[in-house]
């Protein structure tokens, strides 16, 4: 017998050929309209304590399995390329920062694939029923400056992840369990901004009391001394001035004694230097940029300590416990 291929035969291979070409379409999940917004740490205190932030991650998912009895699923993987983590001043300023999936920042936020400085990426499993479209979803993201960047000048301080910079990927299979991998083939991008301020600031902190000690009825010239911190952000100027309770602007004081009876008032000098010719320091023409009778400087992001001197002429007044209370503000 012989076979014969005429226009039927053809037909029939065409219509096998496309009925094969119909048995590999699968369902999948799909994942868009992937955004975040900016990471905002508000003003930074580059002379304090590490400063926190937060943001939200959102995308919508859907199944275009038309088979009403099976779910899908899918794992979403997150990837953020750090190639600067930091954010730029003018110059070359910089402020680091880190991103974290979890709210105790230890685990870092990077991405799947190669060039990464560190992390991995946000792992987000899924499982959705057949026909359904656009279902949000949102992750929280955090983010921390690190303590310890003095030399961090005062500025607005910004880091741009543009479309090359972050990823998504959807990995996804039939049924109720997700794969435990990501995918390869990019299908979302999610740009957003890192900002950040730090604006001019400064914080002291008086040491011990200065105390005169017990001071002899003849005694002449007594000294005593103590130290001021002060810390200000990289390259800010500042001032330091001393205000005695009476109001003097020279650092000339006066002590009181503890008992309500003695009316004696016992005079002392604040210096910057040592002894009863020591540089008086008081209040008087003092600003951010103008040291009047005060001590200047220019921060350094770490603290600095100043110490104060003060003398008592004599000690010719009635027995007693005598004190003072000295403001110290610092101008910037």
């Given at each position: 017998?012989?076979?014969?291929f005429?226009?039927?035969?053809c037909?029939?291979l065409a219509a096998l050929?496309?009925?094969?070409g119909?048995?590999?379409?699968?369902?999948?999940?799909?994942?868009?309209n992937?955004?975040?917004?900016d990471?905002?740490?508000?003003e930074?205190?580059?002379?304090?304590?590490?400063?926190?932030?937060?943001t939200?991650?959102?995308y919508?998912?859907?199944?275009?399995n038309?088979d009403?009895?099976?779910?899908s699923?899918?794992m979403?993987?997150?990837?953020?390329?750090?190639?600067?983590?930091?954010?730029r001043?003018?110059?070359?300023?910089r402020l680091?920062?880190?991103?974290?999936?979890?709210?105790?920042?230890?685990?870092l936020w990077?991405?799947?694939?190669g060039?990464?400085?560190?992390?991995?990426?946000?792992?987000?499993?899924?499982t959705?029923?057949?026909?359904?479209?656009?279902v949000p979803?949102?992750a929280?993201?955090y983010?921390?400056?690190?303590?310890?960047q003095?030399?961090?000048e005062?500025g607005?301080?910004?880091?741009?992840?543009?479309?090359?910079?972050?990823?998504l990927?959807?990995?996804?299979v039939?049924?109720?369990v997700?794969?435990?991998?990501?995918?390869?083939?990019?299908?979302?991008?999610?740009?957003?901004?890192v900002?950040?301020?730090?604006?001019p600031r400064?914080?002291?902190?008086?040491?011990?009391?200065l105390?005169?000690?017990?001071?002899?009825?003849?005694?002449?010239?007594?000294?005593?001394?103590?130290?001021?911190?002060?810390?200000c952000?990289?390259?800010?100027?500042?001032?330091?001035?001393?205000s005695?309770?009476?109001?003097s602007?020279?650092?000339?004081g006066?002590?009181?004694?503890s008992r309500g009876?003695?009316?004696?008032?016992?005079?002392?000098q604040?210096?910057?230097?040592?002894?009863?010719?020591?540089r008086?320091?008081g209040?008087?023409d003092?600003?951010?940029?103008?040291?009047?009778?005060?001590?200047?400087?220019?921060?350094?992001?770490?603290?600095?300590?100043?110490?104060?001197?003060?003398t008592?002429?004599?000690?010719?007044?009635?027995?007693?416990?005598?004190?003072d209370?000295?403001?110290?503000?610092?101008?910037?």
């Open positions: 017998m012989k076979l014969r005429g226009p039927e035969a037909r029939l050929v496309l009925l094969a119909t048995t590999v379409a699968r369902a999948e999940i799909t994942c868009t992937a955004s975040m917004g990471l905002s740490f508000g930074v205190n580059s002379v304090g304590v590490a400063e926190r932030a937060q939200t991650l959102i919508s998912c859907s199944n275009d038309r009403s009895t099976r779910n699923s899918a979403l993987c997150f990837s953020l390329g750090f190639r600067d983590p930091y954010m001043s003018r110059g070359t300023n680091y920062f880190n991103l974290y999936q979890d709210a105790a920042l230890t685990l990077g991405s799947q694939f060039g990464a400085q560190h992390g991995s990426p946000l792992m987000v499993p899924v959705l029923p057949a026909g359904a479209a656009a979803f949102r929280t993201l983010g921390i400056v690190p303590a310890g003095n030399k961090a005062p607005a301080y910004s880091a741009e992840y543009q479309f090359a910079d972050t990823a990927t959807v990995a996804s039939p049924g109720d997700p794969p435990a991998d990501c995918e390869r083939r990019r299908e979302e991008r999610f740009p957003f901004h900002i950040a301020t730090i604006s400064c914080v002291v902190a008086a040491g011990r009391t105390d005169f000690g017990t001071v002899q009825p003849d005694a002449n010239d007594s000294e005593g001394s103590t130290n001021i911190d002060v810390a952000t990289f390259k800010t100027p500042y001032s330091i001035g001393l005695p309770s009476n109001g602007v020279d650092g000339a006066l002590m009181r004694g009876d003695n009316r004696d008032r016992v005079p002392y604040l210096t910057s230097t040592p002894g009863r010719r020591g008086p320091w209040n008087d003092v600003s951010a940029d103008h040291e009047g009778n005060g001590v200047s400087g220019s921060g350094k992001g770490a603290t600095e300590v100043y110490s104060v001197y003060a008592v002429p004599d000690a010719a007044y009635a027995p007693d416990s005598y004190s209370t000295v403001t110290v503000t610092v101008y910037y």
